[in-house]
């Protein structure tokens, strides 16, 4: 006899996806937890990523000029004359056509756009546009074009943090703070500098030093580190004398005038950008053809000074060991600025943190020449003066002080150094952001109508859009509707608005009781009036892909209550009604967002 219950066979076990899933939601509830455990492994891809672009670089030296390493001057200089224009010239117009065939607007990536992902896109960045932009730059330096390294290294470890961050599909939030792991990672991992990169996340990146973000940035800082040391070993960035003292303390004005020089120098640095834009934007040339031409002016200037060439580590060395005069020092800061600026502005891929290192290692060098014949028995070197002013510059440049001060500090270990680059950075960071303004970072962003002194808040909100709070209950009429119909239509429009639209629902405008005037109680005129008699064209309006800061500014701005959407402003087929009261209350979210992600409540 068969039993009358059905049968239930047991659960089967779950899968290893299904396993992965619940432990990640778990992990998903235990913000700290995830992210030491995945600081650890964007730690290990971007200390990776690292040593790859340099083995990138050095490839492509190889397969062009025929050398490799970080002596570029030495070996250019024993090279043909065609050879060293050849390189980068071809190499120039090959790299122009791959951005403006394969990036994003046509441009290289760099530090400005991991900033503006962190603040304005939730911490998301593309991945494949991420290894193009590594490419580019790797490529650039490589043929000898006069850019820093450590800018698209900082990139590419950003790019892997936060392509982990999309594909487990965290919160904006942790997106960011994983942003801020990889770009942490990568600094450590470029200048043995584990604390410096923590800083430097931080400070130019996250934007601000909770707990929540400190910690994963931390662990990452350090994994690089480790990656980084484990295959290069426990060497500094750059070549150091043995013993760095400070003679005296009678030395430290010198070092706070020293820090007036690196603003100079720093604005000029900026400044020659500022005004290379507008010069090349003018030629007569397509974008493509660009960095080709840069590349010819890099070559012609490598004739007669090879240091410009590339990153320029070794001629930062040479400055350190006191190995040039005073005009070259003088002569080698004035070339690096305007190739630097060149290569910038023409399109060649790779950032400005060597250059600015370059720039100020000069500036230190022949402020330290001049100090030690003026005051003999006083002077450190000239070699301590070359640092300080490399940490002066970059800190001015970058708007990175700590960071920089910290970079120094790890490469020499010198307290009593660190106190006088210390002063040189604060003294050089002051008058360029009360003289020049915005560092070089924010200047990009600037450029592109992005502004970073506008709160977390605002960010949150230039990332939603208005058709989040658009409402469709509203009431419109045809244009061509008799004005009897336009008078019924508007006693039962919400809000008292009533839109007007023609062919294809395009707004034409709208009526309110101010618009009908004596006509919403006098029906004797009503003989062959329409809603084109009465409307009022609407000027105010909003899009639904505005975002809600554009809507905020312009309920301030028009002091309407209520503005129509529309679909886009071409078509401008009405679409429904924004309110002011939800605008608000959307600020007043994205304020509480902004102060939870701050506590690592995301």
Known sequence: MESSETAQSPAPPPGPASGFRNLLSRLRRNNPLILSALAVVIGVAAGGAAILFRYAIDLTQRATFGF????????????????????????GLAIGLFVYRFMPNRRPQGVPDVIEASAFKGGRMNLPDGLKAALVSATSIGVGASVGREGPVVHLGATLGAWLAQRLNLGRGLARSLLGCGVAAAVAASFNAPIAGTIFALEVVVGHYALSAFAPIVIASVTGAIVSRMHYGDFPAFILPEHWVIVSFWEFPAFALLGVACA????????????????????????????????????????????????????MDSALQDLYPLWL??????????????????????????????????????????????????????????????????????????????????????????IAVMIATVIA?????????????????????????????????????????????????????????????????????????????????????????EAAFDHSQD??????????????????DDDIMTAVNLFNASREAHLPVVRDRKSMALVGIAHEHRALTSYHQAVIRARAEERGED
């Open 68 to 91: 490799g390493g970080e002596r570029v001057a030495t070996y250019a200089s024993e090279l043909a004359w065609w050879h060293i224009v050849l390189v980068p010239t071809a190499g």
């Open 264 to 315: 100079a120098a720093a604005m000029a640095f900026m400044r020659t950008v500022m005004i290379a834009e507008p010069i090349v934007a003018r030629l007569p040339l397509p974008i493509w053809g660009r960095p080709a031409v840069a590349g010819l002016v890099i070559g012609l200037t490598a004739l007669a000074f090879p240091q410009v060439l590339g990153v320029g580590y070794e001629s």
């Open 329 to 418: 020092l003088l002569t080698l800061m004035v070339v690096k600025i305007l190739a630097t600026a060149l290569c910038v502005v023409c399109g060649f891929g790779g950032g400005v943190f060597s250059p600015s290192l370059f720039i100020g290692a000069m500036v230190g060098g022949a402020f330290g020449f001049v100090a030690t014949e003026v005051f003999p028995e006083l002077s450190s070197g000239h070699g301590a003066y070359t640092m300080i002013g490399m940490g002066a510059v970059t800190g001015a440049v970058l708007g990175a002080p700590f960071s920089t001060i910290l970079i120094i500090f790890e490469l020499t270990g010198g307290y009593a150094l660190t």
């Open 429 to 517: 960071s002051t008058i360029t952001q009360q003289v020049h303004g915005s560092s070089f970072f924010h200047r990009v962003l600037e450029k592109r109508g992005l502004s970073l002194g506008e709160g977390q808040e605002v960010s949150l909100l230039k990332e939603a859009r208005v058709r989040g709070i658009t409402d469709s209950g509203f009431l419109s009429v045809e244009i061509d509707a008799p004005l009897a119909e336009v008078r019924e239509s508007l006693k039962q429009a919400p809000w008292g608005e009533l839109f007007v639209v023609g062919p294809a629902g395009r707004l034409a405008g709208i009526i309110t009781l101010n618009e009908m005037g």
């Open 527 to 544: 003989e062959g009036r329409t809603a084109a008699d009465v409307v009022r064209p609407e000027t105010a309006l909003l899009a639904e």
